[in-house]
């Protein structure tokens, strides 16, 4: 029974851990999205936000800092993103793509030139993002242990749990919420009522980046403690998944991501199986994604207006 709840604890313990980069993207996806502008680069932004967030803590010294300008730089990728499709009306799809071969391929040069080496020197304990609640229960008990693994987590946690309120609220509680939701279904009817659609969607694309950056730094500065080129492997097309199977909505977006976080939990607990190969582990949460993908792309609501470009009305 030990084993039981120790085990317990530790998946449900990765599942937070793994859940919050992927729920800073996923949210960042949300705003995109549901504005009307696709954005399948969030890839290359957490790329960008995991490199930047890194270096800057390792030369700072404060984790803050660093993931603060984590997100600036995904916000800059975003903003370049919203200036190729919604200013210029390119392809979204072609774009995002263009981002995500981009931001991996420039971090990788200034790592090099700052190191000499494609990856950066390990973040130092006082470097990463400190955890909350941490000691503040009896681990030498099983029900310690546990509440340990469960709370005393990392803070990044407990500030996207806190966005994704803010986020729900800010969507259906909100006016910009309103014309934030409107741009994406009826962009026309949004111009016609002196919503300039251009400027939303390219706020949107820019916060959309910053989010993601947030999240990619979170993968750095906390699950891995240094950045390599295969730091984010995948992470930005799960949590483009998640905000599909949650329906475009920040409340989905948490339940699609504490899924995959899931998975990547029980990948951490059954690696130390010999029973069952590492490879066929690892492959946990790609085959779920797909699964998820073939079962609920089809029944997710997608803004009418979601991936057209804008042509403002003359």
């Given at each position: 029974m030990t084993d039981i709840i120790n085990s317990l604890g530790i998946i449900l313990y990765a599942t937070l851990v793994y859940a919050t980069?992927?729920?800073?993207?996923?949210?960042?996806?949300?705003?995109?999205?549901?504005?009307g502008v696709v954005n399948i680069g969030i890839e290359g932004m957490m790329t960008a936000g995991a490199f930047t967030g890194t270096v800057v803590a390792y030369f700072t010294g404060n984790p803050w800092i660093g993931f603060i300008?984590?997100?600036?730089?995904?916000a800059v990728f975003g903003a370049l993103h919203a200036l190729a499709t919604v200013?210029?009306?390119?392809?979204?799809?072609?774009?995002?793509?263009?981002?995500?071969?981009?931001?991996?391929?420039?971090?990788?040069?200034?790592?090099?030139?700052?190191f000499n080496s494609t990856d950066t020197v390990p973040l130092m304990a006082d470097q990463k993002i400190p955890k909350l609640f941490s000691g503040l229960f009896d681990t030498s008990t099983v029900g310690g242990r546990f509440l340990d693994n469960v709370f005393a987590t990392y803070a990044s946690t407990y500030?996207?749990?806190?966005?994704?309120?803010?986020?729900?609220?800010?969507?259906?509680?909100?006016?910009?919420?309103?014309?934030?939701?409107?741009?994406g279904e009826h962009p026309l009817a949004c111009e016609t009522l002196g919503v300039n659609v251009l400027t939303m969607r390219t706020l949107c694309v820019t916060i959309s980046g910053f989010l993601a950056?947030?999240?990619?730094?979170?993968?750095?500065?906390?699950?891995?403690?240094?950045?390599?080129?295969?730091s984010i492997v995948g992470q930005g097309f799960i949590a483009i998944a998640a905000v599909i199977f949650g329906k475009f909505k920040p409340q989905g977006a948490l339940l699609g991501c504490l899924l995959f976080g899931f998975c990547s939990g029980l990948k951490v607990?059954?690696?130390?199986?010999?029973?069952?190969?590492?490879?066929l582990i690892s492959m946990i949460p790609y085959v779920v994604t797909?699964?998820?993908?073939?079962?609920?792309?089809?029944?997710?609501?997608?803004?009418?207006?979601?991936?057209?470009?804008?042509?403002?009305?003359?």
């Open positions: 980069p992927l729920l800073y993207a996923g949210l960042g996806s949300c705003f995109s999205e549901v504005s300008c984590g997100g600036l730089a995904g200013r210029l009306g390119a392809d979204q799809t072609i774009a995002g793509t263009a981002i995500n071969m981009l931001g991996p391929g420039i971090v990788i040069m200034i790592a090099k030139v700052l500030i996207v749990f806190l966005l994704v309120i803010a986020v729900w609220f800010l969507f259906y509680k909100t006016r910009f919420g309103l014309r934030l939701r409107a741009c950056g947030l999240g990619g730094a979170c993968v750095t500065m906390t699950i891995s403690t240094q950045f390599r080129p295969i607990v059954l690696g130390g199986s010999a029973a069952v190969s590492m490879h797909v699964i998820v993908l073939i079962l609920f792309v089809g029944k997710s609501h997608v803004p009418s207006a979601n991936g057209k470009p804008f042509l403002r009305s003359r």
